[in-house]
């Protein structure tokens, strides 16, 4: 750190004070410098920084290519979705594993009086990496969960099943004591109207900015949306059948 210009900084808010005698004054050279902490890394953590801006959407395009080529080439695809969106989860778990153990590392390689700085720095520093890491995390278990919902799964049917029992259709009867063109038209186009639902929150969440926290609302938005087509359409269904 540079005295003089720390002391240029600090007279700056001294031009308007009983102290404003001392802005603008060059110190002595012998003033010097003062060395906080000896950091090689610093210019290639700078080098990251300056070049993390376009590996980012190249990295997502290659992700998105790479496993759509892979759903598309596979025997099973709703599995390989169900694997990959596992995979990708598992990996944003361990991510966030390493950036706490990261911001450790990076305290304990400086003096002792300067770990609280070192790791509110760190912290700075990693933020938007974690909120990214823990978006990611939730789509990929939201992928999976929609996937295994959907496929002919003995466990998912007993799920679905037990949410129109229990849930769909007494809600519905509360509704509606007779049928009508509405509930005609959602239960001949029911799954449609789901995966169409899907499809939008989807495609929402790929224009906007991402959070944990925002992808939990958009989860729990697409259940309540998918939750109402069923409850439209489930008495229906039970009685023609």
Same mark, same amino acid.
């Given at each position: 750190?540079?005295?003089?210009?720390?002391?240029?900084?600090?007279?700056?808010?001294?031009? +308007?004070? %009983?102290?404003?005698?001392?802005?603008?004054?060059?110190?002595?050279?012998?003033?010097?410098?003062?060395?906080?902490? +000896? @950091?090689? /890394?610093?210019?290639?953590?700078?080098?990251?920084?300056?070049?993390?801006?376009?590996?980012?959407?190249?990295?997502?395009?290659?992700?998105?290519?790479? *496993?759509?080529?892979?759903? /598309?080439?596979?025997?099973?695809?709703?599995?390989?979705?169900?694997?990959?969106?596992?995979?990708?989860?598992?990996?944003?778990?361990?991510?966030?594993?390493?950036?706490?153990?990261?911001?450790?590392?990076?305290?304990? =390689?400086?003096? !002792? @009086?300067?770990?609280?700085?070192?790791?509110?720095?760190?912290?700075?520093?990693?933020?938007?990496?974690? =909120?990214?890491? /823990?978006?990611?995390?939730?789509? *990929?278990?939201?992928?999976?969960?929609?996937? /295994?919902?959907?496929?002919?799964?003995?466990?998912? =049917?007993?799920?679905?099943?037990?949410?129109?029992?229990?849930?769909? %259709? !007494?809600? =519905?009867?509360?509704?509606?004591?007779?049928?009508? +063109?509405?509930?005609?038209?959602?239960?001949?186009?029911?799954?449609?109207?789901?995966? $169409?639902? $899907?499809?939008?929150?989807?495609?929402?969440?790929?224009? $906007?900015?991402?959070?944990?926290?925002?992808?939990?609302?958009?989860? @729990?938005?697409?259940? $309540?949306?998918?939750?109402?087509?069923?409850?439209?359409?489930?008495?229906?269904?039970?009685?023609?059948?």
């Amino acid at each position: 750190i540079n005295l003089q210009d720390v002391y240029n900084r600090l007279g700056e808010s001294l031009k +308007d004070t %009983k102290l404003s005698f001392l802005a603008g004054k060059t110190l002595p050279k012998q003033a010097g410098t003062i060395n906080v902490v +000896d @950091a090689p /890394w610093i210019p290639k953590a700078r080098c990251v920084v300056d070049n993390i801006g376009w590996l980012k959407p190249v990295a997502l395009l290659l992700i998105a290519i790479l *496993s759509a080529l892979a759903i /598309w080439v596979s025997r099973h695809r709703r599995r390989m979705v169900i694997a990959l969106a596992s995979i990708f989860a598992l990996g944003m778990a361990c991510t966030l594993i390493a950036i706490q153990i990261a911001q450790g590392k990076i305290a304990s =390689h400086v003096q !002792p @009086a300067y770990h609280a700085a070192a790791k509110e720095a760190a912290q700075i520093i990693l933020q938007p990496l974690g =909120h990214q890491t /823990w978006a990611i995390l939730a789509v *990929s278990l939201l992928i999976a969960i929609v996937a /295994w919902l959907s496929g002919p799964y003995r466990w998912a =049917h007993c799920t679905v099943f037990a949410t129109r029992q229990y849930v769909s %259709k !007494p809600l =519905h009867r509360l509704i509606f004591k007779d049928e009508n +063109d509405l509930t005609n038209r959602v239960t001949g186009n029911r799954q449609t109207l789901q995966w $169409v639902t $899907v499809a939008l929150i989807g495609l929402v969440m790929v224009l $906007v900015r991402l959070s944990f926290w925002l992808v939990v609302a958009y989860g @729990a938005a697409m259940f $309540v949306a998918v939750l109402i087509i069923e409850i439209l359409a489930v008495t229906h269904s039970v009685n023609k059948r």
